[in-house]
């Protein structure tokens, strides 16, 4: 079924996603955020700053108006960096209604409040149903069609359906998943576990420094999700290690690269002005060692990186303190009673 569809963001992502959406049949608006990026788009079809190469199809309707994006439209995709998430819901809330879906196609948490998107577009537009599309989903190989599974989540099966339906392609598989605690933490922590990915090759270390980092970064990531209530199995999926293996081995993800030059020697400001695009795992490194704190999780990666990235630690200090850490089992304790699952509220 046709929808009208609003994609809010004209970044990478936000092109991808309107590109394919159009493609499957739907009414696309894509809001800019400057009325200069409308008129650069608009001239050219094509986002040279973020996707070049990659034509935006002319039944694209651009607009740097969001009262006019929203206006009748069912489904809103938010791909808005996610430190200016809650500032722009509370720009759209007067102009969302009660019918309308919300997806939100960014990964991070808030630094001040630790919650997840889905919790500030909720707590800001509690009039709108909101759904999560996450997983290992590079912008520039979607707006290329080259094949991708993601996950939808929502607190709905109804809505997670919808959703799923409107999105799904012969070359973007969408599965469904009730856990969006699980899926929303996947999608933000892997970011973190990223730059320490990059650190490691900007250090010039080998495959088996990254096969152990991605793994123990897993291990921690899981270990705070089942805490918050997420099910161990949305950690084992495409949301989890499906997320994680894309973005801390491809050259496509800021995360890696910006780790990479601070493994080089290059200051956060300098990695962050060189890769010249939003870096989300700065982000949220902080708001994830926080929840480790208030949850009480060890998580001595996401510590090391807080201290590359904030207090000044050089990145080799920091592998040489993760790697004579106490002895201990892989299977600790702590990590063992991974039993809790999540289902859908409307079954």
Known sequence: ??????????????????????????NVTLWCYQE???????KSRENLSYLPGVLIPNNIHL?????????????IVITIPSKFIRSNMEKFSPYLKEDQIIVNAS????????????QVISEVVPQCAVAVLSGPSHAEEVARDIPTACVISSKSKKVA??????????????????????VELGGALKNVIALAAGIVDGLGF?????????????????????????????FNGLSGIGDLIVTCTSMHSRNRRAG??????KSLEEALKEVQMVVEGVHSAKAAYALSKKYNVEMP???QIIEVLFEGKSPKEAVVDLMLRDKRSEHQKEDIHWTHSVSWKDE
């Open 1 to 26: 079924m046709t929808q009208n569809v609003a994609v809010m963001g004209a970044g990478s992502w936000g092109t991808a996603l309107a590109i394919l959406l159009s493609k499957n049949g739907h």
């Open 36 to 42: 200069e990026e409308r008129i650069m788009l608009e």
């Open 63 to 75: 607009t740097s108006d969001y009262e006019e994006a929203l206006l009748d439209k069912k489904i």
């Open 107 to 118: 990964k991070g948490l808030e630094n001040d409040t630790l919650l997840t998107m889905s």
């Open 161 to 182: 359906e919808l959703v799923q339906d409107v999105f799904m392609t012969p070359k973007f598989r969408v599965y469904t998943n009730p856990d969006l605690i699980g």
């Open 206 to 234: 080998g495959d088996n420094t990254k096969a152990a980092l991605m793994t123990r970064g897993m291990v921690e990531i899981t270990r705070l999700g089942v805490a918050m209530g997420g099910d161990i199995q949305t």
């Open 260 to 265: 990479i030059l601070i493994g080089q020697g």
């Open 301 to 303: 990666i996401i510590r």
